[in-house]
T-cell receptor, first 112, second 114 residues
Framework: QQKVQQSPESLSVPEGGMASLNCTSS?????YFWWYRQHSGEGPKALM?????GDKKEGRFTAHLNKASLHVSLHIRDSQPSDSALYFC????????????FGQGTKLSIKP | GALVYQYPRRTICKSGTSMRMECQAV??????VAWYRQSPQKTFELIAL?????????EQNFTQEKFPISHPNLSFSSMTVLNAYLEDRGLYLC??????????FGPGTRLTVL
């Protein structure tokens, strides 16, 4: 069973709109979360991490974590065409663990 | 800034042969290096985690006999895919951990097996 589930599988958002991505861990041992973005032909790049309940905002990106339900979301406001990419949620057992378990990814397309 | 290089970027090998790939952290010392394989369908599999002064830990379905890893210092790691077959194809990514916290990925080595 996939320990980290992402939804939706793909998402299309108009330029300037809000994109919302979801992720849930099915293993209570994995409750430290990261969001990564991967453009075609590149390795994944970390967008942000979130370890505590509530919201964390960095520029146009806001992550929200609910530890009770092990659900984390990523919201991108004012979406730009350059935001079109694969987005991965990754979870670990501790904030200082090198072992990351990735979700299946969400393909985000921003339409001009 | 923290950069991770991987070499080669692409490689093609014949079925049953082996190939070696390298990972170099530039601008920082990696306390750990994790090797992943990203399938053609874009899903990730963790192969192994190599931490300084600790034994290399391989995940289920991956073995040292098949994917031997060398981690001689805090900036460099290499992994070999021995006896590669079709199911080994994919993008091999190394993630270098900075300060035991942030993980930086290289661009990957894309392996094609003929």
């Amino acid at each position: 069973q996939q320990k980290v589930q992402q939804s939706p599988e793909s998402l299309s958002v108009p330029e300037g709109g809000m994109a919302s991505l979801n992720c849930t861990s099915s293993d209570r041992n994995f409750q430290y979360f990261w969001w990564y973005r991967q453009h075609s032909g590149e390795g994944p790049k970390a967008l942000m991490s979130i370890f505590s309940d509530g919201d964390k905002k960095e520029g146009r990106f806001t992550a929200h974590l609910n530890k009770a339900s092990l659900h984390v979301s990523l919201h991108i406001r004012d979406s730009q065409p350059s935001d079109s990419a694969l987005y991965f949620c990754a979870a670990s057992e501790g904030y200082n663990q090198g072992k990351l378990i990735f979700g299946q990814g969400t393909k985000l397309s921003i339409k001009p | 800034g923290a950069l991770v290089y991987q070499y080669p970027r692409r490689t093609i090998c014949k079925s049953g042969t082996s190939m070696r790939m390298e990972c170099q952290a530039v601008g920082f010392q990696a306390t750990s290096v994790a090797w992943y394989r990203q399938s053609p369908q874009k899903t990730f599999e963790l192969i192994a985690l190599s931490t300084v002064n600790s034994a290399i830990k391989y995940e289920q379905n991956f073995t040292q006999e098949k994917f031997p890893i060398s981690h001689p210092n805090l900036s460099f790691s290499s992994m070999t895919v021995l006896n590669a077959y079709l199911e080994d194809r994919g993008l091999y990514l190394c993630g270098a951990v900075l300060g035991g916290y942030e993980q930086y990925f290289g661009p990957g080595t894309r392996l094609t097996v003929l």
